[in-house]
């Protein structure tokens, strides 16, 4: 699934009020015990993903034979199929508002988001650094697999040599990255405790207003139908 943004749509909207309302949504997973309702959840997240994600057909097809396997083998095991339909439902909650954030927030929207809410600036640092590096460390394990693959090795076949095959080298980027943000840092005098400012603040625009009515009136109609069920 790729991650390129479209800034027409959730790419504008306030990261404050997405950071929200992914809380929100999070919660509702865990909280709503309706299947209509955790389906209009879907739905919506759903047509969201599909308008501000350019998703790829093999991300659909490997996401829906997760669902299937997962629903099937709930089902089975638990003998309650409408349980394992609602278990799929809000693993989809749960795993779409965690993609849709960072697939439509730009990294220096959220050190601005973060630092309207007054995080320490520590916490600000280390939460960007994880944000920024997990797209690297994701490429840098598909060229391992890559690497591996060209010496014969077939990782997805073969799981006894993930350790050593993927994981053990994966390490060892991430120490290297870990060594080249630290020294870059150093280079720079970067000070965490020195007071900063910022050129572009949050703004509230007439866009988020449109937005937070919008997701308002969506969780009145989930609480609503989870309230009739």
């Known amino acids: 699934m790729s991650l390129a943004k479209l800034p027409q749509f959730l790419g504008s909207v306030n990261p404050l009020l997405k950071i929200v309302l992914s809380i929100a949504l999070?919660?509702?997973?865990?909280?709503?015990?309706?299947?209509g309702a955790n389906l209009l959840l879907v739905s919506v997240l759903l047509v969201l993903t599909f308008v501000s994600v350019r998703v790829e057909r093999k991300s659909v097809v490997g996401?829906?034979?997760?669902?299937?396997?997962?629903?099937?083998?709930?089902?089975?095991?638990?003998?309650?199929?409408?349980?394992?339909?609602?278990?799929?439902?809000?693993?989809?909650?749960?795993?779409?508002?965690?993609?849709?954030?960072?697939?439509?927030?730009?990294?220096?929207?959220?050190?601005?988001?973060?630092q309207?809410?007054?995080?320490?600036?520590?916490?600000?640092?280390?939460?960007?650094?994880?944000?920024?590096?997990?797209?690297?460390?994701?490429?840098?394990?598909?060229?391992?697999?890559?690497?591996?693959?060209?010496?014969?090795v077939d990782l997805a076949r073969r799981p006894g040599l993930w350790f050593s095959g993927l994981f053990t080298p994966l390490i060892f980027r991430i120490v290297s990255y870990a060594d080249d943000v630290t020294v870059g840092l150093e280079t720079r005098g970067y000070d965490p405790d020195s007071p900063r400012s910022t050129s572009q603040p949050l703004r509230w625009r007439p866009g988020d207003t449109l937005f937070a009515l919008g997701a308002a009136a969506l969780l009145f109609a989930v609480g609503g139908l989870e309230w009739t069920a």
């Open 116 to 152: 309207a809410v007054r995080l320490p600036p520590f916490l600000v640092l280390s939460l960007m650094l994880t944000w920024r590096f997990l797209p690297v460390i994701q490429q840098e394990a598909q060229r391992i697999i890559e690497a591996n693959l060209l010496r014969g």
């Open 26 to 35: 999070t919660a509702c997973a865990f909280a709503l015990k309706s299947v």
């Open 63 to 114: 996401v829906g034979v997760f669902l299937l396997i997962f629903t099937g083998l709930t089902g089975t095991l638990s003998g309650d199929w409408g349980y394992a339909g609602l278990g799929a439902a809000r693993l989809l909650v749960l795993i779409l508002p965690a993609l849709l954030l960072p697939a439509t927030t730009a990294p220096g929207d959220l050190v601005r988001a973060f």
